[in-house]
C-alpha cells in the first residue's frame, strides 16, 4: 500500500502569507496527486489535480508542484477563506488521503 | 449542476448492518466511476472503495475489503454502499464521490463530493 505524508499538521499563518504544504509519497506515485480543502462540517473540494492542475473555478493564487515522491501545495497571498485543513491523495494505486494539514490564523 | 445526495445512516447496533445509497444528478451518471469515503469524529478522510462506470469493477481498501459491497444501479441514477458486521469504529461520516472520469473507476481524482452520512455504530 502507497502511503502519504503530509507535512506540517498544523501551520499557523496570517492573511497575505505565502504557505507551502508537503505531501510525500512512500513509493512513485508519477504526477497522479490531488489536493483538496475542507471547511469544518463540509464536504472536501478539489483543487489541484495530476499534481499541478487547477481544477476550474479555484482561484490561481493556489498551485501544486511536484512528481515521483515529492509534491508541494503552495498558497502565494492567504485570503481569510483559505483557512480550512488541506489534504493531499494519490490515485497511482487505488486511493490514499494524507492525514491532513490544518492552516490555521 | 452535479449533485449527489447521501442517505441511509443513522445508529446502528455492533455486529449489525447498514445500506448506504447516494443519489446521483446533474450528470450521466452512467459515464463516471464512483467511490466512498468516510471520515471518523475529528479524524481525516479515507476512501473506501470505487466502482466502475458499468459497475463491472470495484476495488476496496483493506481495512473494509470483505465487510463492504459498493455497487451501483446506473439505471435509477444510485450508488450504494452495503456495509456488514460493523464496529464502533466504522463510526464516521460517510461521503458519496465522483471520480473524474469513467472507465475502470481509477487513475481519476474525486471532483465531486455529497454531503455526507452520518454512521454511528453503538450499542
Known amino acids: 500500500d502507497i502511503q502519504m505524508t503530509q507535512s506540517p499538521s498544523t501551520l499557523s499563518a496570517s492573511v497575505g502569507d505565502r504557505v507551502t504544504i508537503t505531501c510525500r509519497a512512500s513509493q512513485n506515485i508519477n504526477s497522479w496527486l490531488a489536493w483538496y480543502q475542507q471547511k469544518p462540517g463540509k464536504a472536501p473540494k478539489v483543487l489541484i489535480y495530476k499534481a499541478s492542475s487547477l481544477e476550474t473555478g479555484v482561484p490561481s493564487r493556489f498551485s501544486g508542484s511536484g512528481s515521483e515522491t515529492e509534491f508541494t501545495l503552495t498558497i502565494s497571498s492567504l485570503q481569510p477563506d483559505d483557512f480550512a485543513t488541506y489534504y493531499c491523495?494519490?490515485?497511482?494505486?487505488?486511493?490514499?488521503f494524507g492525514q491532513g494539514t490544518k492552516l490555521e490564523i | 449542476q452535479v449533485q449527489l445526495v447521501e442517505s441511509g445512516g443513522g445508529v446502528v447496533q455492533p455486529g449489525r448492518s447498514l445500506r448506504l445509497s447516494c443519489a446521483a444528478s446533474g450528470f450521466i451518471f452512467s459515464s463516471y466511476g464512483m467511490h466512498w469515503v468516510r471520515q471518523a469524529p475529528g479524524k481525516g478522510l479515507e476512501w473506501l472503495a470505487a466502482?466502475?462506470?458499468?459497475?463491472?469493477?470495484?476495488h476496496y481498501a483493506d481495512s473494509v475489503k470483505g465487510r463492504f459491497s459498493i455497487y451501483r444501479d446506473n439505471s435509477r441514477n444510485t450508488l450504494y454502499l452495503h456495509m456488514f458486521i460493523l464496529r464502533p469504529e466504522d463510526t464516521a461520516v460517510y461521503y458519496c464521490?465522483?471520480?473524474?472520469?469513467?472507465?475502470?473507476?481509477?487513475?481519476?481524482?474525486?471532483?465531486?463530493w455529497g454531503q455526507g452520512t452520518l454512521v454511528t455504530v453503538s450499542s
Open positions: 464521490a465522483r471520480g473524474s472520469s469513467g472507465g475502470s473507476g481509477l487513475r481519476a481524482y474525486i471532483d465531486s
Open positions: 466502482i466502475s462506470s458499468d459497475g463491472s469493477d470495484q
Open positions: 491523495q494519490q490515485y497511482n494505486s487505488l486511493y490514499t
